[in-house]
């Protein structure tokens, strides 16, 4: 779809125009033009984020999730409530609808429990209902590998989080550990 790649090449662009904002270049862009391109273009891609996520195959999920890091980043850059919020509500969006891709949903959901959107219960309760979809350990491995992503000492910081984890490797089958074993370590 033509609108959601647009979004995905916004997320790719906002980056570089936050630094030209904030540290400015050499070629002595205007950066009032810039900075009323990036107050255009950030809402669409909150907006667009979501429905960018939607049942996608794992290689455009894998492009998505980098731009997802880069963008959080660039949002908290800018230091603007506005943004912040609405960036907010975007990856809650992912990180709760169904048919997002679990790669993304957990990225999503990290996200929130880092900025401190989410407490720890209920990033719990939503760790616990991604583990239990038994049928899909591929979805599984993946939604691990977005949450996980960057540094598991989360879950030791988080012994509740940790014990999920624990007890959903303890009661998998030597066949599918084998097949998740390369996201946990």
């Known amino acids: ?3 959601t790649k647009d979004v995905l090449h916004l997320m790719e662009a906002l980056p570089a125009m936050v630094r030209m904002i904030k540290y400015g270049n050499t070629r002595k862009t205007d950066v009032r033009a810039v900075e009323k391109l990036v107050d255009q273009i950030t809402p669409r891609i909150c907006i667009g984020l979501p429905a960018l996520t939607l049942n996608i195959e794992e290689e455009f999920a894998r492009d998505i999730f ?7 980043n660039t949002i908290a850059l ?12 975007a990856l809650d969006q992912v ?12 990225v999503c959901l990290r996200l929130l429990f880092e900025k401190r959107k989410i407490d720890l ?11 239990s979809n038994a049928d899909f350990v591929l979805g599984i491995a993946l939604w691990l590998e977005g949450f996980l992503h960057g540094s598991g000492m989360m879950l030791l910081h988080n012994p509740e989080l940790w014990q999920l984890l624990d007890e959903w490797v303890a009661v998998l089958d030597e066949d599918l550990f084998k097949e998740v074993l390369p996201v946990m370590r």
């Open 121 to 131: 219960a209920k990033t719990a309760d939503e760790m616990a209902f991604a583990l």
């Open 78 to 89: 800018l230091q603007d409530d506005f943004f912040e919020e609405a960036w907010t509500r």
């Open 95 to 106: 990180a709760m609808h169904p048919n997002a891709n679990p790669l993304l949903q957990g």
């Open 66 to 72: 980098k731009q997802v890091l880069r963008v959080n």
């Open 1 to 3: 779809d033509l609108l």
